[in-house]
């Protein structure tokens, strides 16, 4: 294995996370590199965000009133914020990490406009509007003006671990096909959500929860896996544009209605007036509208896509031209060929899929692991929202990143350089070899299906003890499958296959994780829901799940209470919900 | 059911390049893109065909999934074909393997 020069601090991740988490280590001062597996300033999430259409950041109205942003909310204060984001969160978010997401929030919006980015507009009473693009764009600049050094096209495959300490980490440069080590004092994964788990995800092919999968094998621990949020409206067929949000946006500002094989509405079968209301016109609508669909695509009134139908009103004229005058972009790229699907009388399929992971590497408020010398920032750490993300997840990005930068700057200042044995990094290269070993094997493009399978089998928005467990059954059979994984080209440049073999080696740690949390918590809260256990219940489930190793460890532990706390009741679930959005400010 | 002839330029980068034309069906109504074919392709077909994928926006906003569809460069993910037949083809001269190229 090719040994790199070494570092203070690598940071695994391009997306908006790992971005400011290297502006901040190396404004602190560290020698820092970003291992980035798309282009550098074009990838993950953050480049979706929004649709690239209008992406949220978040923060409190007052600070916007202050920054000149907007008029419109200015009696808000962070300690209103604060309360509101532990409410949504079901009460399993760590508060202390809240108050830093709602004290920080204010600044990191600041910075980046220093930084150029263009702000379009507002978006409700806490948030402005903006391209995902650009915050990549701006945090780039800053990248490029402090000259930190960065590899694209290479995939982070492992910690490396040390005395019990971070060593640094490998690679695989795709390319070349090259595998690399690269020490370091310290390592901030920022590798993003686990999107690549599930077939029917909104993410781009570069988030596969490759990095709580690899700080859990080398001995952090992940939380709250169970919690994903599912975006209601997706597009599933046509397959051309499957992946694409455009229905939910469209739906939020208001437009088009979900229809299932009958031509008739179905919300209002699910959902109280009241609750209806909040599923369609608030920011709950993910969590209520993506159960919602779920249930009706359960029914026999699914249709032949395995979905429901969303529609749009474009005559008369007046209505076509409202639309377009609400949102112009739809007139242009993409969005101007799925609006041709509309206008030549058809319309689309959607269904939930998988969108934003709650759950992922355990942090503390410094942003650090329980394996030292690990940080994480953004959607790959767990613990900010608990069991619901109500608020912004860019502000969580670039929150998280800010901090974890310059922890892991701090933590390297003091720390002895580790260097790995060779006999440790031979083992490491093996285990990423190991397909090209075996002949006759499973190829990984089928065990990706599997995974995929069972992760739309018992891990979909509505989840049942029996097929959880069916499914961490077939999690471990496919782990002794891929053990036996051989590819069908020697090469190792480019070779999607080994690529494949590379995502799904981390997949199934994650999907197993996530399948064990879901099956252990045996109740209905946020997102998590389960359609044996359709309560809340704050008198034993009141605590976050943590998943301690591969094999299958676990402890509960207590919620970080700061300031508030909920009732100790068992409720009903959606009852419960509108109990708790009562609540809010 | 349609029945799309999708030609494909391979292995360039070794200097002894050669067309492997696959014939993928699809669904009459089917919106399919060339990201579509060749996703196709390589899960149901080929797994040693290389084009771009590792970090795939499939929504037009990376711009990396450039390729040579019918002599002109388009995105893979962003261009519909609605013909029955279609030549894919390295956009650049600088081929890793197949239809992925250096940039
Ligand atoms: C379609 C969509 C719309 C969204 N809209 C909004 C919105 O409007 N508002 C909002 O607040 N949030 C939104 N979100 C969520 C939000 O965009 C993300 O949570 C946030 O951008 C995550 O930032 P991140 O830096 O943690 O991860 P990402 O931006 O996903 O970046 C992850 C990075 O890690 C890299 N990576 C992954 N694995 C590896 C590896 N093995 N080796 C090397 N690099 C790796 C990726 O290439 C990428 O650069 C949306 C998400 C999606 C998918
Ligand atoms: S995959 Fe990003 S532009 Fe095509």
């Known amino acids: ?585 | 059911m349609r029945e799309i002839a999708v030609k494909i330029l391979r292995e360039a980068e070794t200097g002894r390049g050669h067309y492997q034309t696959y014939t993928v069906e699809v669904d009459d109504h089917a919106v399919v893109s060339v990201m579509t074919l060749l996703e196709k392709i390589y899960t149901t077909q080929d797994h040693t065909l290389a084009f771009f994928s590792h970090a795939a926006c499939r929504q037009a906003a990376c711009g990396k999934c450039m390729v040579k569809v019918n002599g002109a460069v388009k995105l893979a993910c962003k261009e519909k074909v609605t013909g029955d037949q279609i030549t894919l083809e390295p956009y650049s001269p600088k081929v890793v393997r197949d239809l992925l190229c250096e940039n």
């Not at chain 1, 300690?79 to 984001?85: A, I, L, W």
């Not at chain 1, 050094?149 to 492992?158: I, Q, S």
């Not at chain 1, 694409?244 to 031509?263: D, S």
């Open chain 1, 1 to 585: 294995m090719e040994r790199s020069i070494p570092y203070d601090v690598v940071i695994v991740g391009s997306g908006g996370g790992g971005l400011r988490a290297a502006i901040s280590a190396a404004e602190s001062g560290a020698k820092v590199l970003i291992v980035a597996k798309g282009k550098i300033n074009r990838s993950g999430s953050t480049l979706l965000a929004g649709a690239n259409l209008s992406a949220d950041i978040a923060c409190d109205g007052r600070s916007l009133y202050e920054m000149g942003l907007s008029e419109w909310n200015k009696d808000d204060s962070k300690d209103k914020f604060f309360e509101d984001v532990c409410h949504e969160g079901f009460y399993l978010g760590n508060q202390r990490l809240v108050r830093r997401f709602v004290d920080d929030a204010p600044d990191r919006i600041r910075e980046l406009m220093d930084w150029g980015m263009e702000v379009l507009g507002l978006e409700g009473e806490r948030g402005i509007s903006v391209f995902g693009s650009a915050i990549l764009d701006s945090l780039f600049r800053r990248v490029r003006e402090l000259g930190i050094p960065y590899v694209e096209n290479t995939v982070f495959t492992d910690l490396v671990v040390e005395n019990g300490a971070v060593a640094g980490c490998t690679c695989v440069d795709l390319l070349s096909g090259d595998i690399r080590y690269i020490p370091a004092k310290a390592v901030v994964l920022a590798t993003g959500g686990s999107h690549g788990i599930f077939r029917n995800n909104s993410g781009p092919s570069d988030c596969c929860g490759e990095g709580p999968a690899a700080a859990l094998r080398a001995g952090a621990e992940l939380i709250d896996m169970e919690m994903i949020s599912f975006c209601p409206a997706v597009i599933l067929y046509p397959e051309m544009y499957k992946g694409n949000i455009l229905p939910y946006i469209m739906n939020t500002t208001g437009y088009g209605q979900f229809i299932n094989k009958y031509g008739k509405t179905f919300t209002q079968r699910y959902l109280s007036p009241r609750v209806e209301a909040l599923a369609l016109d608030t920011e709950w609508n993910k969590m209520l509208l993506s159960y919602v669909m779920q249930k009706e695509i359960n029914s026999r009134r699914c249709n032949r896509y395995g979905g429901v139908y969303y529609t749009l009103a474009l005559s008369p004229q007046e209505l076509r031209e409202e639309l377009y005058n609400d949102l112009p972009s739809l007139a242009k790229g993409i969005y101007g060929d799925i609006m041709e699907i509309f206008h030549s009388g058809r319309c689309v399929t959607c269904a939930p899929f998988a969108h934003y992971f709650e759950g992922g590497v355990r942090v503390d408020e410094n942003m650090a692991a329980s394996l030292p010398g690990l940080f994480g920032a953004g959607e790959c750490t767990g613990g900010m929202f608990g069991a619901n993300r109500v608020s912004a997840a860019t502000t969580e990005m670039l929150v998280e990143g800010n901090i974890a930068g310059a922890s892991a700057a701090a933590y390297a200042r003091d720390a002895v350089p580790g260097q790995a044995s060779e006999a440790h990094l031979k083992e490491l290269e093996d285990a990423l070899l190991l397909p090209f070993r075996t002949t006759g094997g499973p190829s990984p493009v089928e065990l990706r299906q599997e995974l995929q399978d069972i992760t739309g089998s018992c891990l979909s928005v509505l989840r049942t003890q029996e097929k959880l467990d069916k499914g961490l059954e077939r999690i471990g059979q496919l782990r002794e499958a891929l053990g036996r994984a051989s590819l069908a080209a020697q090469t190792r440049k480019y070779n999607r296959e080994w690529l494949d073999y590379l995502q799904l080696r981390n997949g199934v740690v994650t999907a197993g994780a996530t399948i064990l949390a879901a099956s252990l918590r045996k109740e209905s809260r946020g997102v998590h829901v389960r359609e044996d256990c359709c309560y809340t219940d704050n008198v034993q489930y009141l605590k976050n799940l943590v998943v301690t190793d591969c094999q299958g460890g676990t402890r509960w532990e207590e919620p970080v209470h700061t300031a508030v706390r909920p009732e100790p009741v068992r409720r009903d679930y959606i009852p419960y919900v509108e109990e708790v959005i009562e609540k809010l400010s």
